[in-house]
T-cell receptor
Framework: DVKVTQSSRYLVKRTGEKVFLECVQD?????MFWYRQDPGLGLRLIYF???????EKGDIPEGYSVSREKKERFSLILESASTNQTSMYLC???????????????FGDGTRLSIL | GIQVEQSPPDLILQEGANSTLRCNFS?????LQWFHQNPWGQLINLFY???GTKQNGRLSATTVATERYSLLYISSSQTTDSGVYFC??????????FGAGTRLFVKA
């Protein structure tokens, strides 16, 4: 089975801090994704990566950056945390299919981040 | 862009009852996936079903791509089925479009 591991289930940080959320997958997937989930807004894509050092902006990249130095690891960075970034963050991975552009996504358990 | 609509938005069942959840999409899709998000927030893959019918235990899913809908069937529901069910579609790129979900509560 695919295993996507997020470093923390719950995290509390202060406004202005630099926050790192880590995600590791063990299935050699090319694609990795970061989403945030908020009540009434559903899942929104922040960033995705289709290869090491490659990244593409999703729907809501403002205030975030990402890093993918190794294939198995995809980090989400909040450069200067703000209270409106309090949310559930979900990481996912999938195999790249050149014809369809995507294969089933597998999600980590999520990180509930609170910014005080 | 493509619209994904799920119905019903909320559903309450007595344990043992059957239910059908629906996902409509407004344009052609390459692939479709059903997820269950449990009360602890974990998103669990149920089906990867671009077309046809699949079954896994008490759950089954059918996608009719030409008519732009997918159905998720839950039979003999259990309290552990509670949570939110999402469908997600791909249109050929990297973007995944999620529906708003169906919130299910199964009463003991």
């Amino acid at each position: 089975d695919v295993k996507v591991t997020q470093s923390s289930r719950y995290l509390v940080k202060r406004t202005g801090e630099k926050v790192f959320l880590e995600c590791v997958q063990d299935m050699d997937h090319e694609n990795m994704f970061w989403y945030r989930q908020d009540p009434g807004l559903g899942l929104r894509l922040i960033y995705f990566s289709y290869d090491v050092k490659m990244k593409e902006k999703g729907d809501i990249p403002e205030g975030y950056s990402v890093s993918r130095e190794k294939k198995e690891r995809f980090s989400l960075i909040l450069e200067s945390a703000s209270t409106n970034q309090t949310s559930m963050y979900l990481c996912a991975s999938s195999r790249l299919n050149l014809r369809d552009g995507n294969q089933p996504q597998h999600f980590g358990d999520g990180t509930r981040l609170s910014i005080l | 862009g493509i619209q994904v609509e799920q119905s019903p938005p909320d559903l309450i069942l007595q344990e043992g009852a059957n239910s059908t959840l629906r996902c409509n999409f407004s344009d052609s899709v390459n692939n479709l996936q059903w997820f269950h998000q449990n009360p602890w927030g974990q998103l669990i893959n149920l089906f990867y079903i671009p077309s046809g019918t699949k079954q896994n235990g008490r759950l089954s899913a059918t996608t009719v791509a030409t008519e732009r809908y997918s159905l998720l069937y839950i039979s003999s529901s259990q309290t552990t089925d509670s949570g939110v069910y999402f469908c997600a579609v791909w249109t050929g790129g990297f973007k995944t479009i999620f529906g708003a979900g169906t919130r299910l509560f199964v009463k003991a």
